[in-house]
Structure formats: structure tokens, C-alpha cells
């Protein structure tokens, strides 16, 4: 379509796709989105919690 672009392919990567594959950061940032996960289904769990008590169901 006339483009300058070349379009893109994932047919000759290699290597990491990201900067922390394999460093001291990896499981780091593992425990780190598991406990953002555990927070938001607490919150989320208090929250309803809270609106079943507010409004009786």
C-alpha cells in the first residue's frame, strides 16, 4: 500500500523477547505480579463483601 515500512516478522528472532529473561529480576518480578494479583482479589473480595452487607443480598 505503498508504505516505506517493511513489514515486520517474527520468523528470524532469536534470543530474549524482553530485557529480564534470565537476570536476578525474574522471579522477582514473578513475586512481585503474584502479589499484585493476591492484593486485587482481596480488595475485590472486600468490596463485595462490603456491598452485600450495604445493600442485604
Given at each position: 500500500?505503498?508504505?516505506?515500512?517493511?513489514?515486520?516478522?517474527?520468523?528470524?528472532?532469536?534470543?530474549?523477547?524482553?530485557?529480564?529473561?534470565?537476570?536476578?529480576w525474574e522471579p522477582i518480578w514473578l513475586f512481585v505480579s503474584i502479589a499484585m494479583?493476591?492484593?486485587?482479589?482481596?480488595?475485590?473480595?472486600?468490596?463485595?463483601?462490603?456491598?452485600?452487607?450495604?445493600?442485604?443480598?
Amino acid at each position: 500500500m505503498n508504505s516505506p515500512i517493511e513489514p515486520a516478522s517474527w520468523n528470524n528472532a532469536e534470543g530474549a523477547y524482553y530485557v529480564g529473561a534470565n537476570t536476578a529480576w525474574e522471579p522477582i518480578w514473578l513475586f512481585v505480579s503474584i502479589a499484585m494479583c493476591l492484593v486485587a482479589i482481596w480488595m475485590g473480595s472486600r468490596h463485595e463483601k462490603e456491598s452485600y452487607e450495604k445493600f442485604g443480598e
